[in-house]
């Protein structure tokens, strides 16, 4: 009977340590459920150097969103943004590339706007603001080529 007591216990503990960490790596990675409490719309950018998918997505400095993904369309990056539905983007929103410090990892950094009409799933930010490319600007500055 002991036996089978140390069992069902054993039993129970690993079943909660596993509980555990499925919670923790779905809030510590930032994962989402499917279908989570977001929308996706999409930006275009001339350049999304180092942005990444999984990049956070702010505004104010308070996290928004994620990027989902990044891939060329004709010859510019269109991102795709997955943002909460407790945030209200609007057609004048406009979506910039920064980064954080010197030479942190680059974010997207949202000004909602709110003087035109909201944006739908699936609609596109028109105002874009790429990020700036320190390797291209001390590049320029070596080869002289800085106005």
């Known amino acids: 009977m002991e036996k089978a007591k140390l069992e069902m216990v054993v039993g ?28 996706e719309v999409e930006a275009q950018f001339n350049s999304a150097s180092g942005l990444k998918s999984g990049s956070t997505i702010e505004i104010a400095g308070v996290e928004v969103g994620r990027v989902r993904g990044i891939t060329l369309t004709q010859d510019r990056a269109m991102v795709k943004l997955a943002v909460n539905k407790t945030v209200k983007l609007y057609t004048d929103t406009i979506a ?18 709110g003087g ?17 490319d320190l390797e291209e600007l001390v590049s320029q500055y070596v080869h002289g080529k800085v106005n």
């Open 12 to 39: 129970v503990f690993v079943f909660v340590g596993i509980l555990c960490l499925a919670y923790l790596s779905i809030k510590l990675g930032k994962l989402e459920m499917i279908g989570g409490d977001v929308y």
């Open 96 to 113: 910039s590339i920064k980064t954080r410090g010197i030479i942190g990892e680059k974010f997207l950094a949202l000004s909602p706007g």
């Open 116 to 132: 035109g009409d909201p944006l739908k799933p699936g609609d596109t930010i028109r105002d874009t603001e790429s990020g700036l």
